[in-house]
Structures are given as structure tokens and as C-alpha cells.
């Protein structure tokens, strides 16, 4: 039986598979079986959550580490909760998370959302080599089975390579570089989505937009001056 009213449910859509990678990176679902929590340094992030859940209930900022700051957001959503049950994403997740179920075609949704939570870009020169720039993306979790699975969605769905998973301190990284790379920014930003974090947005375009042998797709090229988070 429902623990919600039939008129407050929740299917896969864009949207809601953006929200879901968001809450398999930087959200949490509570033991109590009700309430769900966001923390995010990135108010976008927050405004993302908000809006796609119809909340508006005022975030508080907490003090973190290293004199940092982020922003907790939490909510009451029944319907939400089990949603996210039903999906694989349990409560005390981080380490257990393996399967999503989402469906694939919005799985770049998902993986988006994934990334401006637990993603990563970076790049650089070699200064041995003339004309050498390397940039990689990057997934993190702590949970090796998530990251086998990611790795395999990405090589299935989006003709990635298997990547590489490497072990850190407290998590695993699932790393592609370059080529791997403008093949994943074409396929979570096209088309343009509604919902995406800017400044890693940003940050990987510039990179591809520097790199003379990857092409952008003309759809992802539009987010260039459009802010939908605004």
C-alpha cells in the first residue's frame, strides 16, 4: 500500500533522473523513512532540488572543514522516499549504492546530476610537449560496485572506453580522458538541459573548446550564453 496520496507520485523523466543523480552523490535519504537531506556547497545545487520538488523551505548554511561552507537543505516527501527506494538509493548509501534503476533513456540525465555532485574535471599541459593538453572527467563514490556499474552504462549507452577505476584514500575514482571525455559532455548536455551545475559546465566546455580534435555538438554550444537556472 502507498504511504502517500495517489495524486503526489513520482515516474522517471528529465527531470527527475537529474534529481536522483544529484541525491546519489550529495543527498540523503533518513532512517526515519520520511525525510530526505541535500548538502551542497553550490547553491544551484539547492535551487535544482528545490525546484524540481516543489519545496521551498529555506536551506540553512553550515560551517564545514577548512573554513568551507555548504548549504543544507531538507524536506519532508514520502513519495520521493520511495521513489528513491525503488531506484536502489537507500539511506547510509555511500558504501552499499551499486544499481540505479533508472531507465536509459534518461540515464545521461542521471549521470549529469551524478557529476555536479561527485564529478570532476581537470586539465593541463605538458610542458615536455608542444602542443599537448590533456583533460579528464572523473566520478567518485565509495562504493567500487556504483563505479562497475557507471563504467558500464557509460561504454553501453554512450560508446565510452571502460575508462579507469583507481582506488584513493577514503573513495575509488572512475577516470576517461580526453576522447572519452567530449563524448560524455556531448551526451549529458545535449540537448540543452534544464538543469546543470555552471561552473563544471563551464569548466569542461572550455576544455573541449581548447582542444582542436573534439567537437561540441550545435545543441551543447547554446548553453554557452544560457543560464536556465536563473
Known amino acids: ?3 502517500y496520496a495517489n495524486d503526489r507520485t513520482y515516474t522517471w523523466n528529465n527531470d527527475t533522473a537529474y534529481l536522483a543523480g544529484l541525491f546519489t552523490s550529495d543527498g540523503c535519504l533518513s532512517k526515519d523513512g520520511r525525510h530526505l537531506f541535500m548538502v551542497s556547497k553550490d547553491e544551484e545545487i539547492i535551487a535544482a532540488t528545490q ?33 528513491f527506494l525503488e531506484a536502489g538509493i537507500t539511506p547510509a548509501k555511500s558504501k552499499t549504492i551499486g544499481v540505479v534503476s533508472v531507465p536509459d533513456l534518461y540515464y545521461a540525465d542521471f549521470l549529469r546530476g551524478y557529476f555536479d555532485g561527485d564529478g570532476t574535471t581537470y586539465g593541463y599541459r605538458d610542458i615536455r610537449w608542444k602542443n599537448s593538453f590533456m583533460y579528464y572527467v572523473g566520478f567518485v563514490s565509495a562504493s567500487q560496485e556504483f563505479l562497475y556499474w557507471l563504467q558500464a552504462q557509460n561504454r553501453r549507452l ?10 584513493r584514500i577514503r573513495a575509488s575514482i572512475l577516470l576517461y580522458a580526453k576522447a572519452d571525455s567530449y563524448k560524455l559532455f556531448n551526451a549529458m548536455y545535449t540537448p540543452p538541459p534544464l538543469f546543470r551545475l555552471t561552473r563544471k559546465y563551464t569548466k569542461l566546455r572550455d576544455f573541449i573548446i581548447d582542444d582542436p580534435h573534439a567537437k561540441i555538438t550545435p545543441d551543447a554550444r547554446v548553453l554557452e550564453s544560457v543560464d536556465r537556472l536563473a
Open 1 to 3: 500500500m502507498r504511504r
Open 51 to 83: 525546484r524540481i520538488t516543489s519545496k521551498s523551505a529555506k536551506p540553512t548554511i553550515k560551517a564545514g572543514q577548512f573554513g568551507t561552507t555548504a548549504y543544507h537543505f531538507q524536506f519532508s516527501d514520502v513519495a520521493l522516499y520511495d521513489f
Open 158 to 167: 554512450m560508446q565510452a572506453t571502460s575508462g579507469k577505476i583507481s582506488p
